[in-house]
């Protein structure tokens, strides 16, 4: 019995991709929902569909790029979305450094794709709910909205919609965002970075 005597090494963790955004139709078209478009379309790619899971949060699991991933869209609204992702992260076994979060961020300009791993929230909401239960260790790709206008509120300015012109341009960066995801696994963090922070 040959393969008795073999060691099988585990299989690795999956990835969980969490998309971050505001639940509800009210809210799909925001600034600040732009994490939940880039999983949608990662879920298109990998043919899979989003269903109810009790961490509440909607989860679609398949391959990407031949890594099993876990993509989660938190139900909980922004500022809790830690909950929902901590609870995932705890049902299928993933660590910290397993863990993509796709957010908005307002100090880079519109489009614009920042990855990195760790560091701090830099007031995001979301990202602080994220730390306090995963700690800092996940990865980040940051999706650049830019800053409000004028002296407009920045929390209006994230719950508006994206504007007619940045619609126009919107579907590519999404697009770009969710390529950046897909080299981040299978790639890594530097070369991830080299093809497409700026």
Known sequence: MRGMSESTSPAPSPWLIAGLGNPGPQYAGNRHNVGFMVADLL???IGARFK???????VAEGRLAG???????????M???GG???ALSAFYKIPAEHVIAIHDELDIDYGVLRLKRGGGDNGHNGLKSLTATLGRDYYRV???VG???????VAAFVLKDFSSTERKELDYFVD??????ESLITDGLERAQGAYNG
């Not at 109810?52 to 909607?58: E, F, G, N, Q, V």
Request: no cysteine; aromatic share 4%.
């Open 43 to 45: 879920a298109d790619r």
């Open 52 to 58: 109810a899971h009790k961490s509440r949060a909607m």
């Open 67 to 77: 890594h099993r991933v876990v993509l989660a869209k938190p139900m909980t609204y």
């Open 79 to 81: 500022n809790v979305s």
């Open 84 to 86: 929902p992702t901590g």
């Open 142 to 144: 940051r999706f650049g």
């Open 147 to 153: 800053r409000p206008p004028g002296r407009m509120d």
């Open 176 to 181: 770009r965002a969710a390529d950046a995801v």
